[in-house]
C-alpha cells in the first residue's frame, strides 16, 4: 500500500511543480501584489491616534478658563476648535467633525478664585469604543496634570482650586465594541456579496452568449440594467437588511435610534451601487477569474478606506479626499449615524446625496459598457 502511495504522491509533486516552473506568474504575481498591498496599508493606515480633534466652549471667558486652554494647546496632540455655545458643540459631535469636547461654565473663574473644585463638562464620542477611551484618558489626563501643578506648594495661594471634570460619554456609554463592529461589518459583508452575485449572472451571461440573444429583443441594454437592479434591490433589502438588523439587535443588543425609513432609504442607495460596481466589473473582464480577483482587490481597499475598522483620520492627507469617491465609507457613516446616533436625514443628506451620484455614475457607465458588449 505503502509502495503504491509514495509513487502517486511523487508524480502529483513533479506535476504541481512542472506547472509552476512552466508559469512562475502564478505563484509570483499574488505574491508580489499582497506584498505591496501591505507596505502602501502599513504606510496609508496609522493606527496610532497622534491627534484629537477637541471642542472647547469658554462661558466663562476669564484669565482661569484661558490658563486651561493653553494647557490643552501645549499638549500639541490636541487639534483645538472653539465653539460659541454647547449646542454647537454637541452638533459637531454628532457630525464627527470632533472626538471629544469641554465646556467651562460661567462660574469657573469664580470657583478658581474662591479655592473650590471648578467642574468642567468633558464630552466623548465613543461611536468606536477603542477611539472613545483612548480620547478620554487624553483630555482626562491634562487636566489631571493641570491639578498636580495647581496643588504644588510652589502654586500661589489662589490658584490651588482643583479642576473637577465630569465626563459624558455619548452613543456608547457602556463601551460595547460589538455595535461598532457590527454595523462596520454588515457594509462590507453587502458590498461583496452583492457585487459577487451580479458580477457572477452577468459573466454568465456573457460566456453562454445571452448577450448576442439581447440584439434580437426590442430591449435596450440600460432598461435591462434598470429592471435588474430594481429587482435585486427589491430582494436585497429585507433578506440583506432588515433581517440582519433584526439579528443583531436581538443578539448583539444593537440599537436603533434613528428612523428606519431613513436607514433604508441609504441602504438602497448602497445596494444600487454595489450592484452597479458588480455589472461594471464583469462587463470589463474577460473571464470569471479575472472579475474575481478585482472585485477582491477593489473590496479591500474600500474596506480599508471606509472608515469600518479605523478612522478615516487614520489615512495620511493625501488619502482621505478619497473616501468621498468609496460607496461605503458614506455608508457606515450612515448606519452608524442613524443607529447609534439617532441622527437626521438632513445632518446625514450630504452623504445621501454622495451615494445617489456615485450610483447614477456607476449605473450610467456600468450600462454604457454593457451597451457597447451587446452590439
Known sequence: MSRLAFPRLWVILRKEFAVVRNNPGMVLKPAVTLAILLMVVVYLVDSDNDTVRLGVVDESRSEYSRDLQSRYQAALVFEITTYESAAALNEA?????????????????????????APVQVIVDSTSP???????????????????????????????GQITARSTVLHNAAFVSRWYLFTGLLGILWL????????????????????DLWRTTAARPWEILFGRTLTYVAVFLPAACIVPLVAGQLVYGVPMRGSMFNLLLGASLFLICALSIGTLFAVICSSMRQMMMLLLFTTSWQTLMSGAFAPVEALQDWARPLVLFNPLGHWVVIIRGV??????????????LS?????????????????????
Do not use: C
Open 339 to 352: 443607529m447609534l446616533k439617532g441622527v437626521g436625514l438632513e445632518t446625514l443628506l450630504p452623504h445621501y
Open 93 to 117: 459631535v454628532e457630525l464627527a467633525e470632533i472626538d471629544a469636547g469641554i465646556i467651562i461654565p460661567a462660574d469657573f473663574a469664580a470657583d478658581r478664585g474662591a479655592g473650590r473644585p
Open 355 to 375: 451615494l445617489l451620484g456615485l450610483g447614477v455614475a456607476l449605473f450610467i457607465l456600468s450600462a454604457w459598457l454593457y451597451q457597447k458588449q451587446a452590439r
Open 192 to 211: 461583496a456579496n452583492v457585487s459577487q452575485t451580479v458580477g457572477v449572472l452577468v459573466m454568465k451571461e456573457k460566456e453562454q452568449g445571452v448577450l
Open 130 to 160: 477603542s477611539n472613545g477611551s483612548t480620547v478620554g484618558s487624553y483630555v482626562a489626563g491634562v487636566i489631571g496634570d493641570y491639578n498636580r501643578a495647581l496643588t504644588s506648594s510652589s502654586a500661589p495661594p489662589t490658584r490651588r
